[in-house]
C-alpha cells in the first residue's frame, strides 16, 4: 500500500527565517508530486509539480522553490520566510498514467510565520 | 482562467436530516472533470467523489452528486445526515489533462452535524 509523510506537522517561524518542509511517498514508483498551499480563511491553491526526479514546475509564485532530489521525495523550501508563507501545507501524488488525476494528500504542515 | 465557488463557507444540520452542499464552476473547457474531496479533522483530505460525465449520478459512502455542464453545477449530497460527516468537504475542477493538470479548488464548506 503507497503511504505519503509529510514533516513537520507544525512549524512556528521567525520572519526572515529559513524553511524547509518533506513530503515522502512509499510504495509507488515514479507518482506525479504536488504541493498545495492553503492561506488562513482561503483555498488550497497549486504551488509545484513534479513528474519526474530533478524536474520542477512552478504554479504560483509565492517565493517558495521546490526540489525532487529523490523519485520519491519533494521538498519544499525558502531561505526567506515573509509573514504571508502562513498557512496549510499540503504534499499530494497521484498516479502516473492516471488521465484523472485524482490526488492522494498527505496529512500536512501549519506553519505560523511571526 | 477557472474558478470554483462555494457558497456556503459554514453549514449546520440536525443529525438525520439531508444535506446539500453547493458547487458551481467556470471553465473554458468543454471537458471538465469535477471531484468532491472531503478533510476530516486531523486526517488527510481524500478524494470522495468524482465525475466528468453530464447528467450522470456518481455515489460513494452514501454521498451522491450529478454533474450538470448546462448549469456548471456538482452539488454533493446526502439524504441523511451522520454525525460522523461533520467534515471541511471541498469541490475542485481538473482544468486540462496530463500529469500537470491543475486542480482549482473552491474554498471550502464546513459541514457540522450535530446530535
Known amino acids: 500500500a503507497q503511504t505519503i509523510h509529510q514533516w513537520p506537522v507544525a512549524e512556528i517561524k521567525a520572519v526572515g527565517s529559513p524553511l524547509s518542509l518533506g513530503c515522502t511517498i512509499k510504495?509507488?514508483?515514479?507518482?506525479?508530486l504536488y504541493w498545495y498551499w492553503q492561506a488562513t480563511g482561503g483555498t488550497l491553491q497549486q504551488l509545484f509539480y513534479?513528474?519526474?526526479?530533478?524536474?520542477v514546475e512552478s504554479v504560483v509564485q509565492l517565493n517558495l522553490s521546490a526540489s525532487r532530489p529523490k523519485d520519491d521525495q519533494f521538498i519544499l523550501s525558502t531561505e526567506k520566510l515573509l509573514l504571508s508563507h502562513s498557512g496549510f501545507y499540503l504534499c499530494?501524488?497521484?498516479?502516473?498514467?492516471?488521465?484523472?488525476?485524482?490526488?492522494?494528500f498527505g496529512a500536512g504542515t501549519r506553519l505560523s510565520v511571526l | 482562467g477557472d474558478s470554483v465557488t462555494q457558497k456556503e463557507g459554514l453549514v449546520t444540520l440536525t443529525e438525520g436530516l439531508p444535506v446539500m452542499l453547493n458547487c458551481t464552476y467556470q471553465?473554458?473547457?468543454?471537458?471538465?472533470?469535477l471531484f468532491w474531496y472531503v478533510h476530516y479533522l486531523n486526517e488527510s483530505p481524500r478524494l470522495l467523489l468524482k465525475?466528468?460525465?453530464?447528467?450522470k449520478r456518481t455515489e460513494h459512502q452514501g454521498f451522491h452528486a450529478t454533474l450538470h455542464k448546462s448549469s456548471s453545477s456538482f452539488h454533493l449530497q446526502k439524504s441523511s445526515a451522520q454525525l460522523s460527516d461533520s467534515a471541511l468537504y471541498y469541490c475542485?475542477?481538473?482544468?486540462?489533462?496530463?500529469?500537470?493538470?491543475?486542480?482549482?479548488f473552491g474554498k471550502g464548506t464546513k459541514l457540522s452535524v450535530k446530535s
Open positions: 471553465t473554458i473547457y468543454s471537458n471538465a472533470f
Open positions: 475542485a475542477l481538473r482544468n486540462s489533462g496530463g500529469s500537470n493538470a491543475k486542480l482549482t
Open positions: 499530494a501524488w497521484s498516479p502516473l498514467g492516471d488521465s484523472q488525476n485524482t490526488l492522494y
Open positions: 510504495g509507488k514508483s515514479s507518482p506525479n
Open positions: 513534479s513528474i519526474t526526479v530533478g524536474q
Open positions: 465525475s466528468s460525465t453530464d447528467n
